[in-house]
């Protein structure tokens, strides 16, 4: 199943249509249906937007997994940081969701300073 086609499902379990769907995604009713029928790809925030909406990971939207919403696990696999070309994975086991999420906007944050320091030192 492609990308549309899980938006089409989630679409339809909440009974909207597409031009209800493109209202709140904030896009053009005729760019919602080209985005369902496959004839046009969706940008990373689109994607970001319709996870959002429907209140799944974008990892099943991309057709990754078949689980809709993330679990702890997922979340754990995606935390990680790179240090001298090894990734090393954090024991997170026992977070809550909500502290696992507080982690990740915190590497988030580091991650953007720490760009934001290499552009002001260059």
Do not use: C
């Not at 209202?23 to 937007?49: C, F, H, W």
């Not at 919403?69 to 696999?77: A, N, Q």
């Amino acid at each position: 199943m492609d990308i549309g086609e899980r938006i089409v499902k989630l679409r339809k379990k909440r009974n909207w249509n597409q031009r209800e769907l493109a209202r709140r995604a904030g896009l053009n009713y005729s760019v919602m249906n080209r985005i369902e029928t496959g004839k046009r790809p969706l940008t990373d925030q689109e994607i970001k937007t319709f996870a959002d909406l429907f209140g799944v990971s974008t990892d099943y939207l991309l057709g990754l997994t078949d689980n809709p919403t993330p679990t702890t696990r997922d979340k754990l696999k995606k935390l990680r940081l790179k240090e001298n070309e090894e990734i090393h994975l954090f024991d997170l086991e026992g977070l809550s969701d909500e502290d696992i999420e507080f982690i990740e906007n915190q590497i988030e944050f580091l991650r953007k300073k720490a760009k934001q320091q290499r552009k002001d030192t260059e």
